[in-house]
């Protein structure tokens, strides 16, 4: 064996295990668009992710970090496609972001919003008390 076999041979066990690792970060980047968009009520279209871009960015400490953004396409009715995106780097989480949406109305229907405080004005107040205080 040549050195030049032996440096094809590592440049080839480079290129799988960069692959490899690629594949990895795309699978945790599916499973985490999964989840967001279970917590956000809305269905993730085709079960896939797609790599857009690759690039040198700054992660949320500054740090110049490897950046892939990943695409992805999510329903609320299952009438209309909308996009969304991921940006890992490596396998941490960088961000994701749903477009813009519709919501559905039968959704909001289901759980009408509670009350959580009524504003009334300090005098009526006052006074349903004092009646009550004094009877």
Known sequence: MTLGN??????????AAWWWRAHGVRERALLLAKQHCAKQGVELLDEN????????????????????EFGFEFTVSGEERYA?????????????????????????ADNPPVRSAEVIRLDEWRQSRQKKVGD
């Open 84 to 108: 969304g995106r991921i940006v890992m780097y490596g396998y941490h989480l960088g961000a994701i972001e749903l477009a813009p949406h519709r919501f559905e109305a039968a959704a909001e």
């Open 49 to 68: 992710v797609a790599r857009r871009r690759l690039r040198l960015a700054r992660d949320h400490r500054g740090q110049w970090r490897l950046s892939r």
């Open 6 to 15: 032996l440096f094809v041979m590592l440049l080839l066990g480079a290129a």
